[in-house]
């Protein structure tokens, strides 16, 4: 149980943080979107307009069960929808220790404007889209992760620090 998988909404610092904890602890940096689009020789958002979004939920389900047994001293960034598919939780937790990077809407609103690369933000009515898909899966992420750590207004090195803290490495 030495890896650490970062959960969380878009936006709410998975990638980011994830890199440089990974730097700090000398662990590998592996990120489900990057595994994806390596895989299928792909970009999350012409799998999403060519074979549309149950099709790349599949993906990450079966990315997450060949990490399986295939991950040491990893930090894991996953997309913000992965543990939304039933079954996901238990999948993910098996594999290490689940932090939920948590951040308000009004951080997250700021972070992703006039982002073009994730297919459920594009066109109208962005916002309350997050907000709906915010309510949705909230209490998701509570329930998988198995801490929670907040990153509104905070420094990297202490939100890195805290996970570090929390997972005892
Ligand atoms: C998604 C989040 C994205 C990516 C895809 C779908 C989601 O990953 O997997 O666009 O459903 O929230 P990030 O959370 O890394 O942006």
């Known amino acids: 149980m030495n890896n650490i998988i970062?959960?969380?909404?878009?936006?709410?610092?998975?990638?980011?943080?994830?890199?440089?904890?990974?730097?700090?602890?000398?662990?590998?940096?592996?990120?489900?979107?990057?595994?994806?689009?390596?895989e299928n020789k792909n970009s999350i958002r012409n799998i999403f307009a060519a074979y549309g979004e149950e099709y790349f939920r599949k993906l990450e389900t079966a990315a997450i069960n060949e990490l399986y047994g295939n991950m040491t001293r990893t930090v894991l960034s996953t997309g913000g929808g992965l543990p939304i598919t039933e079954g996901n939780d238990r999948l993910l937790r098996r594999l290490g220790h689940v932090i939920y990077l948590k951040a308000s809407q009004e951080t997250l609103m700021k972070r992703l404007q006039?982002?073009?690369?994730?297919?459920?933000?594009?066109?109208?009515?962005?916002?309350?889209r997050v907000y709906n898909l915010l309510q949705q899966r909230t209490p998701i992420y509570e329930k998988t992760a198995h801490y929670s750590v907040t990153t509104d207004h905070r420094k990297f090195y202490e939100i890195i620090d805290e996970i570090i803290d929390l997972c005892n490495i």
């Open 6 to 38: 970062l959960i969380g909404f878009m936006g709410s610092g998975k990638t980011s943080v994830g890199r440089q904890l990974a730097k700090k602890l000398q662990y590998t940096f592996c990120d489900t979107d990057e595994l994806i689009e390596k």
């Open 114 to 128: 006039g982002d073009t690369s994730r297919p459920l933000l594009g066109g109208e009515k962005a916002e309350e």
